[in-house]
C-alpha cells in the first residue's frame, strides 16, 4: 500500500489530473473521522477535511517521501483542526451565548427504543460539551491520545510540545473531562432522584 500511495503521490505532483483525487479517496475516510473526533461537529470537520486537502494539495512538493502519507496528512489535518478550534473559541468569546443550540437541532434516530435513545442522546451531548471546555490544545492531545491511540512522543511531535507539555496537556484534559461528566458516571436512578 505503501509503495501504492507513493506512486500515486509521484504522479500528483508531476501534474496528473485525477492522481490527488484519487489520494482524497483513499484517505478522506480516516481524515474525516479525526477531523470530526476533534471538532465534535459534522459541519466543522467537513471544513477542516476541506482545508485540510487544500493544503496538502498546495504542499505536496514539500512532503517528504521518507514518511507515509497518511502521517504527514494527519499532522496537517491536526494543524487544520487546532486551528478551527482556536477559531471558534475567539469566535464565541466575542459573542453573547444562546439558547443551547446543539439540543434544538438533534433530530431523534428512531432504532432502539425511546429511553435508550434519550440516554444515549444526554450522554453524547454531555460529552460534546465537556469536550468543548477544553482548550484546543488540550482536545487535540485528548483525541490523539484515546482516539486515535497515539503515543505521547507522536502527539507531542504533531502538536509542535515537549513529552512533558503533552502529558500535562492530556492529564489536564482527563481531570476536566472526568469533573464534567461526573454527574453522568452515576447510575441513572440516581440521576433522576
Not at 496537517?76 to 439540543?103: F, G, K, W, Y
Amino acid at each position: 500500500m505503501k509503495d501504492e500511495t507513493a506512486a500515486i503521490v509521484a504522479r500528483a505532483r508531476a501534474g496528473e489530473e485525477g492522481a490527488f483525487g484519487l489520494l482524497v479517496e483513499s484517505h478522506s475516510r480516516d481524515v474525516f473521522r479525526l477531523a470530526y473526533r476533534m471538532t465534535g461537529n459534522r459541519e466543522n470537520a467537513d471544513d477542516v477535511v476541506q482545508e485540510a486537502f487544500l493544503r496538502a494539495f498546495r504542499s505536496l512538493h514539500r512532503f517528504d517521501e521518507r514518511s507515509r502519507f497518511g502521517t504527514w496528512l494527519h499532522r496537517i489535518t491536526v494543524n487544520c483542526a487546532m486551528d478551527h478550534l482556536r477559531r471558534s473559541n475567539r469566535e464565541a468569546s466575542r459573542r453573547q451565548p444562546q439558547a443551547d443550540e446543539t439540543i434544538l437541532e438533534r433530530q431523534v434516530s428512531h432504532e432502539p427504543g425511546p429511553e435508550r435513545l434519550a440516554e444515549s442522546g444526554q450522554i453524547e451531548l454531555q460529552v460534546e460539551r465537556a469536550l468543548g471546555t477544553l482548550s484546543p490544545i488540550e482536545r487535540s492531545a485528548f483525541v490523539l491520545r484515546h482516539f486515535e491511540h497515539q503515543s505521547i512522543a507522536e502527539i507531542g511531535h504533531q502538536l509542535g510540545a515537549r513529552s512533558s507539555a503533552t502529558k500535562h496537556a492530556v492529564f489536564r484534559a482527563v481531570r476536566k473531562l472526568r469533573r464534567e461528566l461526573a454527574p453522568w458516571m452515576e447510575t441513572p436512578d440516581a440521576r433522576t432522584a
